[in-house]
């Protein structure tokens, strides 16, 4: 089974309508990212996570909003959602501390497509 | 100026060659580079980390870190048709990680 699940791998929405994009992991790591991934324009950083009780903005969080359930699921919401947040996200994770404490692990993403 | 910039490309090399892929970032206080590759439609997977300056080997893969310059780049020796994928390079800075764009590789049979 994969370290690192999202769901749903492909949606179709509307505009205005309320989405949520899941992420679960397997790896035991405590820190959690979500990415959004555009051509031409690479992948930022949405929301990190590095436990339950800590969230924090990336690069390009507004219109976008996170809920860290537990250590192994990180939730993106998208409130009300637009046209141009029509990208492939991507959920990644990585462990705190020890050698590779800063290497990233990619769920297969989520292919979001906003009407 | 972008944390990390890299030359899209498309790159091609025959199979054999090797390929050098280049990468430049900003913030000297940077200090954890890397490279991931990407198939089109998967997710990134890590190839390589370097922290150090100089030069970083792995079977096939050699990373180069010169931080004075601000520079990163990635050589793949003996290219293979398998190799044709984007190669990003990233960086993390405090807490946050930065990736260029991707250079898009074609290993030519």
């Known amino acids: 089974d994969a370290d690192v699940t999202q769901t749903p791998r492909n949606r179709i929405t509307k505009t205005g309508k309320r989405i949520m994009l899941e992420c679960s992991q397997t790896k035991g790591h405590d820190r959690m990212y979500w990415y959004r991934q555009d051509p031409g324009l690479g992948l930022r950083l949405i929301y990190y996570s590095f436990d339950v009780k800590d969230i924090n903005k990336g690069e390009i969080s507004d219109g976008y909003s996170v809920s860290r359930q537990a250590q192994a699921k990180f939730s993106l919401s998208l409130e009300s959602a637009i046209p141009n947040q029509t990208a492939l996200y991507f959920c990644a994770t990585s462990d705190l501390g020890g050698r590779y404490s800063d290497t990233q692990y990619f769920g297969p993403g989520t292919r979001l497509t906003v009407l | ?109």
Request: hydrophobic share 30%.
């Open chain 2, 1 to 109: 100026q972008k944390e990390v910039e890299q030359n899209s490309g498309p790159l091609s090399v025959p199979e054999g060659a090797i390929a050098s892929l280049n990468c430049t970032y900003s913030d000297r206080g940077s200090q954890s580079f890397f490279w991931y590759r990407q198939y089109s439609g998967k997710s990134p997977e890590l190839i390589m980390s370097i922290y150090s300056n100089g030069d970083k080997e792995d079977g096939r893969f050699t990373a180069q870190l010169n931080k004075a310059s601000q520079y990163v780049s990635l050589l793949i020796r003996d290219s293979q048709p398998s190799d044709s994928a984007t190669y990003l390079c990233a960086k993390n800075t405090g807490n946050q990680f930065y990736f260029g764009t991707g250079t898009s590789l074609t290993v030519i049979p």
